[in-house]
């Protein structure tokens, strides 16, 4: 397995965050997760790596699923149980 270097590991997430992103804004998509553009911009070009609160608000508002967010394996979303539905309301 080909060892990644952090710069890499910090592009390829913010690869994915823009993914997530795609059609919104960076300031719509920032409002609607509580934060900055700017910081959403740092993310995507692989400035800084997501904090705990902000990969929370991908679980919550956005239903992504967090390994595919860190390691790019599996699927984007999570799937649709009774219990994620009722938190995402």
């Known amino acids: 397995m ?3 270097t952090r710069k890499q590991i ?3 997430i913010g690869k994915r965050i823009n993914e997530i992103r795609s059609g919104n804004s960076q ?3 920032a409002n609607d997760l509580n934060t900055i553009k700017q910081t959403i911009s740092k993310y995507e ?3 800084i790596m997501p904090g705990g609160d ?3 608000s991908l679980i919550e508002k956005k239903n992504v699923s ?3 967010l860190l390691t790019g394996e599996g699927e984007m979303l999570l799937k649709k149980t009774p219990h994620n539905q009722k ?3």
Do not use: H, P, Q, V
């Open 54 to 56: 902000f990969m929370l």
């Open 27 to 29: 300031e719509d998509f």
């Open 87 to 89: 938190r995402a309301s």
């Open 45 to 47: 070009n692989g400035k």
């Open 10 to 12: 910090l592009l390829a």
């Open 2 to 4: 080909k060892t990644l």
């Open 66 to 68: 967090i390994d595919w």
